[in-house]
T-cell receptor
Framework: EAQVTQNPRYLITVTGKKLTVTCSQN?????MSWYRQDPGLGLRQIYY???????DKGDVPEGYKVSRKEKRNFPLILESPSPNQTSLYFC?????????????FGQGTRLTVV | TQLLEQSPQFLSIQEGENLTVYCNSS?????LQWYRQEPGEGPVLLVT?????EVKKLKRLTFQFGDARKDSSLHITAAQPGDTGLYLC???????????FGPGTRLSVLP
């Protein structure tokens, strides 16, 4: 089954404790991205990657890191989480098809930083 | 920065009613997409509209792309409780590399 898998689904952590949220897709998509979703603000892009070893900042990259060592994986790293990073995070992947491109989303990771 | 606005933010209606939600932008996009997100899940694509003035139908859902490709609407006929969810519009650039999402319309259809 074609899917984007994120782990964990839920995470509660303390300020400053490094964490990684994993994302994996099995559709051989070149493009992957991370979003955070906050009430009233919609989905805001954190980082994106157009292929292996190619990453770039989205609209809200501060406090986050990513890497793309393999095509299928795109982990999101919070080196020193802070309470303002409490949010619902989504990983998405897509195949470049011009304006018909469809984004496939994972099920989300709800992160709480206390 | 390209921005998308959606209205209304919240909508609560009775089963069987019709409704329209709107997505507006000051920017032109090569295409516009509508996604539906259910609680605990990621957004799922409903439709992509590409041509200015285009109308697409998906059962009881009708999607329209504005002539200037800056706005879109989603009309639901005879809403059902299964239509409940968050409806997101997304503008797509020419290369399909960048998606700009609106804040969403949260729809609740009461039985």
């Amino acid at each position: 089954e074609a899917q984007v898998t994120q782990n964990p689904r839920y995470l509660i952590t303390v300020t400053g404790k490094k964490l990684t949220v994993t994302c994996s897709q099995n559709m051989n998509h070149e493009y992957m991205s991370w979003y955070r979703q906050d009430p009233g603000l919609g989905l805001r892009q954190i980082y994106y990657s157009m292929n292996v070893e190619v990453t770039d900042k989205g609209d809200v990259p501060e406090g986050y890191k990513v890497s793309r060592k393999e095509k299928r994986n795109f982990p999101l790293i919070l080196e020193s989480p802070s309470p303002n990073q409490t949010s619902l995070y989504f990983c998405a992947s897509s195949l470049f098809r011009g304006r018909d491109t469809e984004a496939f989303f994972g099920q989300g990771t709800r992160l709480t930083v206390v | 920065t390209q921005l998308l606005e959606q209205s209304p933010q919240f909508l609560s209606i009775q089963e069987g009613e019709n409704l329209t939600v709107y997505c507006n932008s000051s920017s032109v996009f090569s295409s516009l997409q509508w996604y539906r997100q259910e609680p605990g899940e990621g957004p799922v694509l409903l439709v992509t509209v590409v041509t200015g003035g285009e109308v697409k139908k998906l059962k009881r859902l009708t999607f329209q792309f504005g002539d200037a490709r800056k706005d879109s609407s989603l009309h639901i006929t005879a809403a059902q409780p299964g239509d409940t969810g968050l409806y997101l519009c997304a503008g797509v650039d020419n290369y399909g590399q960048n998606f700009v999402f609106g804040p969403g319309t949260r729809l609740s259809v009461l039985p």
